[in-house]
């Protein structure tokens, strides 16, 4: 597996160096065999992303890849969230907007007032993955309904007893993307039911630091996309989810089926329509992206979609580009 090379680093630097760096929606069009195809132009500018800390591993290694063909454009990728990410394209600052869940109406909403008009790219599938401590040698598997019990805040602190009885008196520390995240968004519609969630959680857009506290806690339990659990599996233990089929564990084949449900999914990626008919490097990158998002997606840790969604995928950018 792709190792997420200078994850952080990275998101400032190619952050910094875009700002340092802008030029807007300027192109070159030198003849060259770089480039998406054998006869692609040679391009400049920028392409700026933002949004899901779940997509970032997937849109990092598109980028990586598509420097080597496209060397003088400038790729910015930040992960400050899905709902974060929005908010930046909303306000027009984007060019794409990573999320790991589907936009939702007042977004929408916010967007056509803005007079932004859009395209959603699926990109892979994602299974939201349960995390313990390696030394947790009691929970193996959680049923919907006890991840209710868990997460759901009831005004006090809760004891692994609380939910099994034979399982030891000790408070639980939890793990959870922020508020910003779709992952939260997701965890929250098909978990949660809109109930808060437990006030002594510690929150986080940035998905390293609940890996971090839960492999430094043996009564913690997280939840993050199944790519941050794949590369660091060695730190954590992974809970196999029981929805009333018997417990199924986040693998690959479980999430691609749909076995893993209720916490499979899909993420995607929002491209501006404005940009990519402007931007001459926004559209080549995008379409770069959609041809090697399966691939880059299975090398992060995520699953790819079908083949048909991909050339769906193509066929919605080409009526952008006409």
Known sequence: MKKFKGFALTAMLTGVLAVATACGSDTTKEKSTSGTGDTAAKLSGEVIIDGSSTVYPIME?????????????????????????????????????????????EEKAELDK??????????????????VNPNNDFVDHLTVDEL???????????????????W???????????????????????ILGDAPIVSNATLSEDDN?????????????GFFGYAYYAENQDKLKDVSIDNGNGPVEPTHETIGNGDYAPLSRTVYTYVS??????????ADYTKFTIENAGKMAEEVGYISLPEEDYKKDLEKLAELTK
Do not use: H
């Not at 969230?81 to 936009?103: C, H, M, Q, W, Y």
């Not at 630091?209 to 492999?215: E, H, P, R, Y």
């Not at 329509?273 to 926004?282: C, F, G, M």
């Open 273 to 282: 329509n404005k940009a990519v008919a402007d931007k001459e490097q926004v």
């Open 209 to 221: 630091i609940l890996v971090q506290g839960v492999a430094g806690d043996k009564n913690a339990i």
């Open 114 to 131: 803005n007079g932004i008009e859009f395209t959603e790219l699926p990109l892979a599938f994602d299974g939201i993955t349960v995390v």
């Open 168 to 190: 030891p008196k000790e408070e639980i520390k939890f793990y959870s993307p922020g508020t910003d995240s779709g992952t939260y968004d997701y965890f929250n519609e098909v």
């Open 61 to 105: 290694a598109v980028s990586e890849e598509y420097g080597a063909v496209q060397p003088d454009v400038r790729v910015s990728v930040g992960f400050s969230g899905t709902g974060g990410g929005f908010k930046k394209f909303i306000a027009g600052e984007t060019d794409l907007s990573n999320a790991s869940r589907p936009v939702k109406d």
């Open 148 to 166: 209710k019990a868990l997460w759901i805040d009831k005004g006090k602190a809760k004891m692994w007893s609380d939910i099994r009885p034979e």
